[in-house]
Structure formats: structure tokens, C-alpha cells
């Protein structure tokens, strides 16, 4: 059996995946780790499951699981995925927009080599990405990423500056720039764009366009990409997770095939 570990920090991103692995008889999450003052609302949350993992708020010393997963956000990269790279334990992240943060893939690089461990970037709400890699590597020119979300999931953002996403009527860009200066305005929207940016051109090269839609029910990601390889576009319909509209249902679905490509005997 594949054990692991699982970084959950409260959220609907990680609740999500436990559920889908109940199924999974190959692969066991033994922990969970939440801020401290987050345990008690963790653990009732978790208490339904068949095979409730531990709810912790730090690894224990000494302790060392197959896998780490991090879905808690970028706090999580600084305070548990740096330390367990270091210690030799793998780590699969799924908030690759921290990764926009100068110097912080520096820092994971160097804590990998130190460990003799690897982090692994999942492509989350997002397909395309090994073609993505692949044209890089025969000559990739221009690649154009454009977010399309309901009006609502921009509350709390940048976005709010722009029109008023309560009462908008169309569609409306919010914002048309780099994939770094989107990571920086949009920091928890940020992970497409810098998922494709890593994968692609670098954040300075990509461009993003995000549009806060009030007629929408979907999040819609649209790739363009042209080079010397050829070119390619993708549109992809990704339903709102629905504990959080700001999240792709599709996001914990990428966690879920990761771990079972790590857990199975056969991986694609």
C-alpha cells in the first residue's frame, strides 16, 4: 500500500480528495495537517470518512511519509514543503502561482537537491501541459492564456476595483497583462496562469487575460500557443468546486490522478 501524506489546512480542496480516495484501496493518506487552531473544525469534518487520517499540525520529527501533497495554499510551500523536500520526501504541489514569488523555485530546487527528493507541479485546473512542454522544446513563439470565471468568484480581488462584479451585466477583462504581474494582483487565481508559464514561455512571455463574467456558470480556461512546432488551441469548461467558486472541481480531480499514478503500476 502507498502511503502519504496530505497537506488539507481546512479547505474544500483537500476534503474533496480524501472522499475520492475512500475507493482507492492501493493508497492510504495517513495525515492531515491543518493550523493548530483549525484540528478540532478538521477533525469533525473528517469523521464521516471510513479511514479518517490523523488531523496534525506539523509532521512529527522523524516521521516520513511516501508523498506530501500540498493543497493549503502558498503558506503551506514556505512552512511544510521546503522542510520536507530537505528531508527527502517528495512533494506534489498544486498552488504552483506561489512559484512567482522571486526566488522560490530557487529555494525548492536547492531543498530537493539537499534532500535528494523531487517536487512534482500538477497542471491542476488545466490540460495541455505536456504538449505545452513538448513545443518548448521544438520552438515555442507566443502563448495566450485567457481566464473566463462567473462575476462572483473575483469578489475579494483586484477585479473589485474595476466594475461592480455584484451588479455587472456583461462580460468584462479585468485584467490584460504578464503572467507575473497576474500573479501578483491575482495570487489565489494565479496557479493557471503560472502552471502554463513554467511549463512554457517564463511569466514575463505569457500573456493573460481575465474576464469576470456574470452569465457564466463554468470556469473556462482558453490556451493559444504558436511556434515553430506548429500551434494548438484549447478550451476547457471546468465546473466550480462548490465549497469554493474561486477553485476548479477539476483541480481536485488532478490530485487524485497523481496520487494514483504514483500508487498504481501503471501511470499515464
Given amino acids: 500500500m502507498f502511503r502519504g501524506g496530505l497537506f488539507l489546512s481546512g479547505g474544500p480542496r483537500g476534503a474533496g480528495v480524501l472522499e475520492l480516495l475512500e475507493n482507492d484501496p492501493q493508497l492510504r493518506v ?49 512552512q511544510h514543503v521546503l522542510p520536507a523536500l530537505a528531508q527527502g520526501i517528495p512533494c506534489l504541489v498544486v498552488s504552483v502561482g506561489a512559484l512567482s514569488e522571486p526566488g522560490l523555485v530557487e529555494r525548492l530546487e536547492v531543498a530537493a537537491q539537499a534532500g535528494g527528493s523531487r517536487i512534482e507541479l500538477l497542471p491542476g485546473a488545466i490540460g495541455a501541459i505536456d504538449a505545452l512542454s513538448a513545443a518548448r522544446v521544438g520552438g515555442l513563439e507566443s502563448v495566450r492564456y485567457t481566464g473566463r470565471k462567473p462575476a462572483s468568484a473575483w469578489l475579494g480581488t483586484p477585479g473589485e476595483t474595476v466594475c461592480d462584479l455584484q451588479r455587472l451585466e456583461k462580460a468584462r477583462v479585468i485584467f490584460d497583462g504578464s503572467a507575473r504581474e497576474a500573479a501578483r494582483l491575482y495570487p489565489k487565481n494565479a496557479n493557471v496562469a503560472a502552471t502554463l508559464s513554467l ?34 488551441e484549447l478550451t476547457l469548461r471546468g ?17 487524485v490522478r497523481a496520487l494514483g499514478n504514483h500508487a498504481h503500476a501503471i501511470s499515464i
Fill in 199 to 232: 511549463a512554457g514561455l517564463g511569466l514575463d512571455r505569457t500573456q493573460v487575460r481575465l474576464i469576470a463574467d456574470p452569465e457564466s456558470c463554468e470556469n473556462v480556461h482558453q490556451v493559444e500557443a504558436s511556434g515553430a512546432f506548429g500551434g494548438f
Fill in 239 to 255: 465546473k466550480p468546486l462548490a465549497a469554493n467558486p474561486k477553485t476548479s472541481a477539476l483541480t481536485v480531480y488532478s490530485v
Fill in 30 to 78: 495517513d495525515a492531515v495537517i491543518v493550523p493548530r487552531d483549525s484540528e478540532t473544525q478538521v477533525r469533525h469534518r473528517l469523521a464521516s470518512l471510513r479511514r479518517p487520517p490523523r488531523v496534525l499540525s506539523a509532521l512529527p520529527a522523524g516521521e516520513r511519509p511516501d508523498l506530501l501533497v500540498e493543497c493549503a495554499g502558498h503558506r503551506a510551500i514556505e
